[in-house]
């Protein structure tokens, strides 16, 4: 079994985020306007959650989420609403000893005055959107959890060969680059070389480039090369979940390589087993074709036809069908009906 190069891999968290950089970000996105003075940006996000405070509204506190953000949706704004001024009040005294790290209000609704004099009186940034709740809730949940999900960095590359995600990885020099490069030149899209950032969102692994190295690549030799330049932006990914694991390794007689696919190989990468090929390299040899028909398996494995427990399955009957003296003519279930010796 081929060693393990990801087990080792340093997984970072990240602790906070703050409001003045989530709105700065990603305000465009989420549609928000702000209700208070820039000074209150100074708060942070601390959950990847995000809670509508309903019950807390109608008094039950023992649960309330009150590290993450705080969403007024259209069932909380009419609740308000039905309350009454001296409600409200009542409502968010009993909502001031928490401090949220913000305040959304959905809908384009504006929000009450009661609201306003609590985020006020502790400083906590108040917004409003112009997206539904679920819209916003969407899109800010999936911004959080990719913020806060665990991640890490890894030596290797990682391109987009027929929709899978292949992340090759090997020694220095091995060819990761080389084969890369001649993926492109095929078709296919890089997402990132020789540095790729990858981190634990939901139930899968996914690959981004360095920010600054982006889509340049170094061919020993070469130099540095831009591949949107060169090849046009159709070769580049931003990012993409990784679903193949590539270990290129240089041929030694002395290490035996898989050769039916039955026993396949799984490299654990932050909690997330992903399937492992590993290739040996010699001279000659078309790396190319080989990782796409890589691809192409994969994806057929995908779609539940597996060549290599298909083709076995098919073995074994013979060899039982042979041991218990049936007849079997493997030419004639081989060649068409038509077939002539003279043709």
Same mark, same amino acid.
């Given at each position: 079994?081929? &060693?393990?190069?990801?087990?080792? %891999?340093?997984?970072?968290?990240?602790?906070?985020?703050?409001?003045?950089?989530?709105?700065?970000?990603?305000?465009?996105?989420?549609?928000?306007?702000?209700?208070?003075?820039?000074?209150?940006?100074?708060?942070?996000?601390?959950?990847?959650? %995000?809670?509508?405070?309903?019950?807390?509204?109608?008094?039950?506190?023992?649960?309330?989420?009150?590290?993450?953000?705080?969403?007024?949706?259209?069932?909380?704004?009419?609740?308000?609403?039905?309350?009454?001024?001296?409600?409200?009040?009542?409502?968010?005294?009993?909502?001031?000893?928490?401090?949220?790290?913000?305040?959304?209000?959905?809908?384009?609704?504006?929000?009450?005055?009661?609201?306003?004099?609590?985020?006020?009186?502790?400083?906590?940034?108040?917004?409003?959107?112009?997206?539904?709740?679920?819209?916003?809730?969407?899109?800010?949940?999936?911004?959080?959890?990719?913020?806060?999900?665990?991640?890490?960095?890894?030596?290797?590359?990682?391109?987009?060969?027929?929709?899978?995600?292949?992340?090759?990885?090997?020694?220095?020099?091995?060819?990761?680059?080389?084969?890369?490069?001649?993926?492109?030149?095929?078709?296919?899209?890089?997402?990132?070389?020789?540095?790729?950032?990858?981190?634990?969102?939901?139930?899968?692994?996914?690959?981004?480039?360095?920010?600054? %190295?982006?889509?340049?690549?170094?061919?020993?030799?070469?130099?540095?090369?831009?591949?949107?330049?060169?090849?046009?932006?159709?070769?580049?990914?931003?990012?993409?979940?990784?679903?193949?694991?590539?270990?290129?390794?240089?041929?030694?007689?002395?290490?035996?390589?898989?050769?039916?696919?039955?026993?396949?190989?799984?490299?654990?990468?932050?909690?997330?087993?992903?399937?492992?090929?590993?290739?040996?390299?010699?001279?000659?040899?078309?790396?190319?074709?080989?990782?796409?028909?890589?691809?192409?398996?994969?994806?057929?494995?995908?779609?539940?036809?597996?060549?290599?427990?298909?083709?076995?399955?098919?073995?074994?009957?013979? %060899?039982?069908?042979?041991?218990?003296?049936?007849?079997?003519?493997?030419?004639?279930?081989?060649?068409?009906?038509?077939?002539?010796?003279? &043709?």
């Amino acid at each position: 079994m081929a &060693e393990s190069r990801l087990k080792d %891999i340093k997984v970072l968290h990240r602790e906070k985020l703050s409001v003045r950089d989530f709105f700065c970000r990603y305000g465009k996105d989420l549609q928000l306007a702000l209700h208070s003075p820039e000074e209150d940006l100074n708060t942070n996000i601390a959950e990847s959650g %995000i809670h509508r405070p309903g019950l807390a509204m109608a008094g039950y506190t023992k649960v309330y989420s009150s590290e993450q953000i705080q969403v007024v949706g259209h069932t909380e704004w009419n609740y308000l609403e039905s309350l009454g001024t001296a409600g409200r009040v009542k409502v968010f005294e009993s909502l001031s000893v928490f401090k949220a790290p913000m305040w959304v209000v959905t809908h384009a609704q504006m929000p009450h005055p009661e609201l306003r004099a609590m985020c006020s009186k502790l400083h906590i940034p108040l917004f409003s959107t112009t997206l539904h709740t679920y819209e916003f809730n969407k899109i800010a949940q999936r911004i959080l959890e990719e913020f806060f999900a665990p991640h890490a960095t890894i030596h290797g590359s990682l391109v987009d060969v027929y929709g899978i995600g292949m992340l090759f990885v090997g020694d220095s020099n091995v060819g990761k680059s080389e084969c890369v490069l001649d993926l492109v030149e095929s078709g296919h899209r890089m997402v990132a070389d020789d540095v790729v950032h990858v981190s634990h969102v939901g139930n899968v692994i996914i690959g981004r480039p360095d920010p600054l %190295i982006r889509h340049h690549m170094e061919i020993r030799g070469v130099g540095l090369l831009d591949i949107r330049s060169m090849f046009g932006i159709h070769a580049i990914r931003k990012v993409k979940k990784i679903e193949v694991i590539v270990e290129l390794q240089p041929w030694s007689q002395n290490v035996s390589y898989e050769r039916t696919g039955l026993n396949e190989l799984d490299e654990v990468v932050m909690g997330v087993s992903i399937p492992k090929i590993v290739i040996p390299v010699s001279p000659g040899k078309n790396l190319t074709v080989i990782c796409e028909v890589i691809a192409m398996n994969a994806l057929m494995k995908m779609n539940g036809q597996n060549v290599a427990r298909d083709f076995n399955e098919n073995l074994m009957q013979k %060899i039982k069908a042979k041991a218990k003296g049936e007849y079997t003519d493997d030419l004639l279930e081989m060649e068409p009906e038509n077939w002539s010796p003279y &043709e």
